[in-house]
């Protein structure tokens, strides 16, 4: 038999029982769309924390005291302003070293109030951090020199305290001390779910008055190019460790952050694509079923077409072909249906949702695999049936 | 020329959950190209048996059974339907057409299998339908037709391939008595005027009477 017939007697087949073909289709068109809208949104969320990653700043250097292992508790910082001037040395460019020693506090303006994170930081931070002021001036090297009470607040912050009015000039009270607002941040926006316009930077000098330490919780620097960090790095975490014998520092950089959290989202989307993958399982063991189905109601029919010439290949190749039509229209409809949930997710929610033309190829090869898999049986048994029992079924 | 079909000593058993029940037990049999032979016999006689043997859907358990110059023992599965699609032509009695299927293409279902091109195909289906006298109603579905014009569409398919034998199981079966002369007349017409041999298979005294020679069967033995 010619292959464009048994197409032609697979269509007609399909055609001859709409309602069953289509509630079979369903469950491939389930399938497929769930694993392409479940992979679109892990690959969503994955570019969006590399895109935040990076937005950071380029080459970036981190170091903190401890080990950085996940799953280790974080370690008490030992590192003081003194170690922080032994690094800039080693840098030799006191605007590429920002340091962070971060505390909650409840920031107060007249009656509204938020708690929120309160960092004393360097005057440098606008330069190795991507960061830019929305209204007023950032922090300078004689607010941080002199322990000035001066305050720049992130977004939401601002928001809190201020509404539509400009907070710059205006008074705020940090942990009961009074601050002078000198800028607002441009908003961030939120990324999963955390709030980065939360936040509000005070000199590093006057924290520690406020908070009563002299520790300094990790020091970043931004290294003048990318092939440099490593050596950096190196020098940096050998000069704290001679400074601290008994205390251990690592240097992380973007990439290896980058690193570590694409792993975990990649897990992240291979888990989807595995739930996902399951439904398209019981797609298909839902078309092998409607085959098997359709084979003992057609038993008369093979009969006859065995009869009349048909040899056991070509009735095993007609059942095969309905099967792959089956769950390749399915698939098709499903890859449909999943980018249009993809986009309306993206659309609609915090969700970043990304589709991949691997995830379309991905769940299309798969539901026609899935058609031959579950098809073989049913088409097998049609094409071993005996055609004298076959004739004689009612 | 040679015998469309012959049997020599041919024994079928089934096995039937562990028993062995015998549904032939022994038949030699020459269907000669052109003849016209009946096979009668009571239910459960083994005709319908000897004609599934005759037509290649099946194969003895014992004896040789050569058609169209084959020995059916030693053909594979393929090798069979082939042989089917070439040699031989099957009317039933419950006509057997595909549903939501034309005349046309019913009659071109065997050609089909036989590789030929769509247009081939219904001409060869088109000029059979004629000879039937179906000539008008190709576009028709079974649903459409009479049992009679259901049953020519039937023959026509069976002859469309020009087959050595033609094997009719009690194919007036599910016809009026006048339809089913009619339908007789057509075959006998066929038989006499193309040369295929053709085997009715039959419980009917009257239908088995118009052949040219008559085989009695009886508990799986051909009785004198």
């Known amino acids: 038999m010619r292959v464009g017939e048994a197409w032609r007697v697979a269509i007609d087949a399909l055609r001859a029982n709409r309602l069953r073909s289509g509630l079979t289709m369903l469950g491939v068109v389930i399938g497929v769309a769930a694993v392409v809208v479940l992979v679109a949104i892990g690959t969503g969320a994955k570019q969006e924390v590399e895109r935040q990653v990076e937005g950071l700043g380029s080459n970036l250097l981190i170091v903190v005291p401890g080990r950085v292992d996940f799953g280790s508790a974080p370690a008490v910082s030992r590192l003081s302003l003194s170690d922080v001037d032994a690094v800039t040395r080693i840098v030799g460019d006191r605007s590429r070293v920002a340091v962070t020693v971060s505390s909650g506090e409840t920031v107060r303006a007249g009656t509204a109030s938020r708690f929120t994170s309160v960092l004393g930081v360097l005057e440098t931070t606008p330069q190795v951090f991507v960061r830019s002021l929305a209204r007023g001036s950032y922090l300078t090297r004689s607010d941080v020199d002199t322990s000035r009470r001066v305050a720049v607040l992130g977004s939401s912050v601002a928001r809190t305290l201020f509404g539509e009015r400009d907070p710059v000039g205006q008074q705020v009270s940090i942990a009961g001390v009074r601050f002078r607002v000198v800028g607002v941040f441009t908003p961030l926006g939120q990324s999963l779910g955390v709030d980065r316009d939360d936040e509000v930077h005070i000199p590093v000098t006057t924290a520690h008055r406020l908070l009563g330490t002299n520790r300094v919780d990790g020091i970043a620097i931004k290294a003048p190019d990318r092939d440099r960090i490593a050596t950096l790095a190196d020098r940096i975490v050998a000069e704290l460790s001679r400074r601290h014998p008994d205390t251990e520092f690592s240097a992380v950089t973007q990439e290896q952050i980058l690193g570590v959290l694409g792993d975990i989202l990649g897990v992240l989307t291979g888990v989807l694509a595995a739930i996902a993958g399951i439904s398209l399982l019981v797609g298909g063991v839902g078309v092998s079923n409607i085959m098997l189905v359709s084979v003992r109601e057609r038993t008369r029919e093979i009969g006859l077409r065995k009869a009349v010439g048909a040899r056991p290949r070509d009735i095993g190749v007609q059942f095969l072909l309905e099967a792959v039509l089956l769950t390749t229209l399915g698939g098709v409809s499903g890859m449909v249906l999943g980018v249009v949930a993809a986009l309306v997710v993206g659309a609609l929610s915090p969700v970043p949702a990304a589709i991949t033309w691997w995830s379309l190829a991905l769940a299309f090869g798969v539901s026609a695999a899935v058609g031959i898999a579950f098809g073989v049986v049913p088409a097998q048994r049609a094409g071993r049936l005996d055609p004298v029992e076959a004739l004689r079924s009612e | ?224």
């Open chain 2, 1 to 224: 020329m040679t015998a469309a079909a012959e049997a020599h000593d041919i024994t079928r058993t089934y096995d039937l959950g562990g028993i062995s029940v015998p549904a032939l037990r022994g038949v030699s049999l020459t269907v000669e190209a052109g003849d016209y032979l009946a096979i009668v016999g009571p239910s459960g006689s083994g005709k319908s048996t000897l004609m599934h043997l005759l037509g290649a859907l099946d194969r003895p358990t014992s004896g040789r059974l050569v058609i169209g110059g084959r020995e059916v023992a030693r053909l594979s599965a393929p090798e069979m339907a082939r042989l089917r699609n070439e040699t031989v032509g099957f009317v039933f009695q419950s006509f057997h057409l595909l549903p939501r299927t034309t005349a046309l293409d019913n009659v071109a279902l065997p050609l089909v299998y036989r590789g030929l091109g769509s247009a081939a195909r219904r001409r060869a289906a088109a000029a059979m339908l004629d000879r039937v006298g179906l000539g008008h109603r190709v576009k028709h579905r079974p649903n459409q037709l009479s049992g009679g014009e259901q049953q020519r569409v039937a023959i026509a398919r069976a002859l469309v391939t020009e087959p050595a034998v033609l094997l009719a199981d009690e194919p007036t079966g599910n016809l009026d008595t006048a339809t089913g002369v009619a339908v007789l007349s057509l075959l006998e017409a066929l038989n006499a005027e193309s040369g295929v041999a053709l085997v009715l298979v039959t419980h009917d005294r009257e239908v088995a009477a118009r052949a040219r020679r008559q085989i009695t069967m009886r508990d799986g033995v051909i009785v004198p």
